[in-house]
């Protein structure tokens, strides 16, 4: 039997405008090139969203203030006909020393457990050097986005000697990269 391909999508600055702690849903605002990039991939890949939400532990904003937001993410997608299979958030802030947070691997490690993901053939997409650390600790390719965060952190990956396996700035043209490699 075969097993799953995956995308795990980190979500501010990959998926939606990275607009520092949103969670309200009128600041909920796809980037570019997501949904026709996603279409692409899903003939081919399962999605998974996994992101920092150090907001909830700052108390920024709730749990459920976090929920209402993802599922409208989650509904519009689904609208699209683009299903994300779960999302796993982290709502810790570093010094809580938890074992979910990006870059460390336990979400990675429970998507395979969970689900039959070949992990070598999955990608991981991110803005952020801890996303492209999380994929490679996890053990899969990486795409590292210029269109959040990315451009402000590229010198970080660098000098933390961190190389993705692609780097795009854009979800669409990454989205093409991507293709080449199966
Ligand atoms: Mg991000
Ligand atoms: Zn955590």
Redesign the pocket.
Known sequence: MTKNRAIIL?????LIE?KDYAYRIEDLELLPGVIEGLKILKEKFIFFIVTNQSGIGRGYYTEEDFHKFNDHLIKLLKNESIDIIKTYFCPHLTEDYCECKKPKTKFIKEIIKEFDVNLKESWMF???PS?IQFGINGGCRTVFLTS??GEKHIDELKTLKIKPTIISSDFLSAVKEVLNFI
Do not use: E, N, S, T
């Not at 980190?10 to 990959?14: H, I, M, N, P, T």
């Open positions: 980190d979500r501010d600055g990959v990275d991110g803005d952020h996303d959040g965060h």
